[in-house]
């Protein structure tokens, strides 16, 4: 998760002596208080291409014309390859994503009002309606992709923007690098990156064998956010 994800999670990281709950929320508070967009360049190969690539077995074959490549400002970019169920989304962060979909889903939140970004995130924590409803917005797009490309082209990252915002000088190193370093909320974990990152499906690398499917007795959810 980039942008929204990846904000929170390191507000929240910095926050290591409060309750888990607690942290939670300040983070998911304070970033939306600080809403800001992020200027990238992202680049996404759709779902149908991969497929076509699968059936004549040339998965070499990816040129650089397959790729839908868009350039603007992002609140999020999620790209998940399995539903990401959770207290606050019960129907997960990409409802019609599944391991056995051989795509991941990417959900693509463009810059918009602080209000008409909480009214997405809201959308998560209804367990009723139609699943669309989560992205029946004119600033969010959802694709099935089989590979992404993020490039973020703002010079000033996410760390050195809340050092000054705090006017904490301790924490800015002297020397700053010459990329800027950009958090990323990667199955929870807090990462720091500062160039571009693809993002690839690697379908058929596993030979699954099974009779059926059971279905599980209780909800199993997961930390992501």
Not at 212 to 221: D, P, R, W
């Amino acid at each position: 998760m980039f942008g929204f994800g990846g904000r929170s999670l390191a507000r929240a990281e910095k926050r290591r002596w409060m309750t888990s709950s607690r942290r939670r929320e300040y983070a998911l508070v304070k970033t939306l208080a600080k809403l800001r967009p992020e200027e990238c360049e992202l680049s996404f190969l759709p779902k149908t291409r991969l497929f076509l690539l699968l059936l004549s077995d040339d998965l070499q074959g990816e040129g650089e014309t397959s790729w839908t490549t868009k350039q603007g400002q992002y609140l999020s970019i999620s790209v998940m390859s399995i539903p990401c169920l959770s207290p606050h989304a019960p129907r997960g962060l990409a409802p019609n994503t599944s391991l056995t979909s051989g795509s991941a889903s990417l959900i693509a939140v463009e810059n918009a009002s602080r209000s008409e970004f909480i009214k997405h995130l809201k959308r998560f924590g209804s367990s009723s309606g139609e699943v669309r409803a989560q992205f029946d917005f004119s600033f969010v797009e959802a694709h099935a992709v089989s590979a992404v490309k993020i490039r973020p082209l703002s010079m000033t990252g996410f760390f050195k923007e809340e050092s000054e915002e705090e006017g904490d000088s301790k924490s800015t190193p002297i020397i700053q690098p010459e990329g800027a370093a950009f958090p990323w909320n990667i199955d929870g974990e807090l990462v720091e990156i500062a160039n571009e990152v693809l993002i690839r499906v690697h379908p058929r690398l596993i030979s699954l064998y099974g009779e059926e499917v059971e279905e599980a007795e209780s909800t199993v959810s997961c930390s992501c956010i």
